[in-house]
Nanobody
Framework: DVQLQAFGGGLVQAGGSLRLSCAAS????????IGWFRQAPGKGREGVSS????????YYADSVKGRFTISSDNAKKTVYLHMNSLKPEDTAVYYC????????????????WGQGTLVTVSS
């Protein structure tokens, strides 16, 4: 079975850091790109960042460029989202997902989804 497990969320003060992890199983990791999305209370789900495991190309939403870094450990089939300089507006449930389409943060292109992990940034 395909599984994507996101974890690492928590409560952090503004300006702090967190690292989210997404552990993948049940599909050929190298054939997929992994994306991180988030959904704030009362808002729609938006793309945050993605990475292609094959060539480690990365993509970021403008709102997180320079603050978030995505990385991949192909041997562990795990993708990380390193979040620095966190702001209260980063508060959301963060999801990871997998797609065969390279370089997109379009929700509709993502085939497999994990459960979310809550990130709360206090001011």
């Amino acid at each position: 079975d395909v599984q994507l497990q996101a974890f690492g969320g928590g409560l952090v003060q503004a300006g702090g850091s967190l690292r989210l992890s997404c552990a993948a199983s049940g599909f050929t990791f190298d054939d997929y790109a992994i994306g991180w999305f988030r959904q704030a209370p009362g808002k729609g789900r938006e793309g945050v960042s993605s990475i292609t495991s094959s060539d480690v190309s990365t993509y970021y939403a403008d709102s997180v460029k320079g603050r978030f870094t995505i990385s991949s450990d192909n041997a562990k089939k795990t993708v990380y989202l390193h979040m620095n300089s966190l702001k209260p507006e980063d508060t959301a449930v963060y999801y990871c997902a997998a797609t065969e389409v390279v370089g997109v943060l379009d929700i509709l292109e993502y085939e497999y989804w994990g459960q979310g992990t809550l990130v709360t940034v206090s001011s």
